[in-house]
């Protein structure tokens, strides 16, 4: 997948920077954005380790199987054939708590460390090919679960609206239903994919 | 103080009591998982790179700005606004991007204009799709990600089109 993303966005930013005359921007633009990538990876350094830090303590004080005790019923019917208690389970609980509370940046590592756990129970025959587990939990994280769009209304806050929080409503819905699109959809590929094999 | 400035200081100081309490080692097991973390880090580093670099070239050759020229006459005829077309299509691909095209949009047409609302609900309803799919893909190695991207990309596709309708019948 990522081949076709950077290839195809490659290859359209330079047909665009051709129609626009831009190609001294686009040159500039490759040489800054790679100091851009280091600075992101290294801020990204200090989040991921101290959450993964923070992670490992609940983990093997047993707060994180608590927790995912308490999620199973509603996690169990999305995740099919995980250990049931187990580590994966653990950290998809932690993954999707973290993005209602709207700690982005603390959903990345425990979404990191589900996916790893995921493949390390399900131990598939080509690791290559992604499995529906790990293509649902990753949708997921795609779609917005966030209950408080923080960004979006200091932003309108900072901007003079009358009332930044009104959207909250429209946002709710919003979520709920392309989340539920979203989820649908790997519902229908899966089936879809069964068929073709048999 | 904001309820959400608690929410970071509690989680790290409650896991550290109820580690402490159930008898864990609990600087070995955080420098154990930090460490877990750095690796972490490097995995997913070089498709983050290409990533970066693939979407700053892109906001930089306009092609942005160019396509939602050419879309916005149909979007306008459909009833979507136009100025949240650039919204639309960038922010799949970067969040300080669409962070900043957002910003241009509430400036523009104000915050509490159709536009305004409508970006802002597309802004507070979707992630940073293909941020996320090359970060945790890359986590597990996994190349062939088969229906994931097309899933994700139907979520990100309805956010837009219900957020033009909740905001015109709710607000």
Request: hydrophobic share 50%; aromatic share 8%.
């Amino acid at each position: 997948m990522m081949k076709w993303i950077m290839t195809g966005l490659i290859l359209l930013s330079v047909m665009f920077a051709a129609l626009t005359n831009r190609m001294d921007s686009l040159t500039t633009a490759f040489l800054e954005e790679c100091g851009n990538a280091v600075q992101l990876a290294i801020s990204l350094t200090g989040i991921i380790t101290l959450w993964s830090g923070i992670m490992r303590v609940a983990q093997s004080s047993g707060l994180t199987g608590k927790l995912a005790k308490l999620a199973e019923p509603v996690l169990s019917k999305l995740f099919g054939g995980l250990e049931r208690g187990g580590k994966a389970m653990q950290y998809i609980t932690l993954n999707i708590t973290a993005n209602i509370l709207g700690l982005g940046n603390a959903s990345t590592p425990f979404g990191i460390a589900a996916m790893r756990e995921i493949e390390r129970e399900e131990h598939s025959p080509e690791p290559e090919k992604a499995s529906h587990n790990m293509i649902v939990l990753t949708v997921l994280n795609t779609a917005s679960l966030q209950l408080i769009p923080t960004t979006a209304a200091a932003l309108r806050h900072a901007h003079d609206s009358a009332d930044p929080m009104e959207i909250l409503p429209c946002v709710w819905i919003t979520s709920v239903c392309a989340l539920a699109a979203a989820l649908t959809a790997t519902a229908i590929c899966r089936t879809v994919s069964r068929r073709k094999r048999l | 103080m904001n309820i959400s400035d608690l929410i970071i200081p509690l989680i790290f100081a409650g896991v550290l009591i109820y580690g402490l309490c159930r008898k864990t080692d609990v600087f070995a097991e955080f420098t154990e998982g930090a460490k877990d973390g750095l690796k972490t880090v490097y995995d997913i580093f070089p498709s983050l790179f290409c990533l970066v670099i693939s979407v700053g070239a892109f906001r930089a050759s306009g092609g942005a700005e160019l396509l939602t020229s050419a879309l916005s006459p149909v979007l306008d005829a459909i009833g979507f606004p136009p100025e949240c077309a650039e919204l639309m299509l960038l922010r799949p691909f970067s969040g300080s991007g669409a962070i900043a095209v957002f910003e241009r949009v509430l400036t523009s047409s104000g915050a509490d204009s159709f536009a305004g609302r409508t970006a802002s609900v597309i802004l507070g309803s979707s992630e940073t799709t293909f941020y996320t799919l090359s970060v945790y893909f890359a986590a597990v190695k996994a190349k062939k990600t088969r229906y994931a991207l097309f899933c994700a990309l139907i979520g990100d596709f309805v956010c837009a089109v219900v957020s033009a309708v909740t905001v015109s019948i709710l607000l």
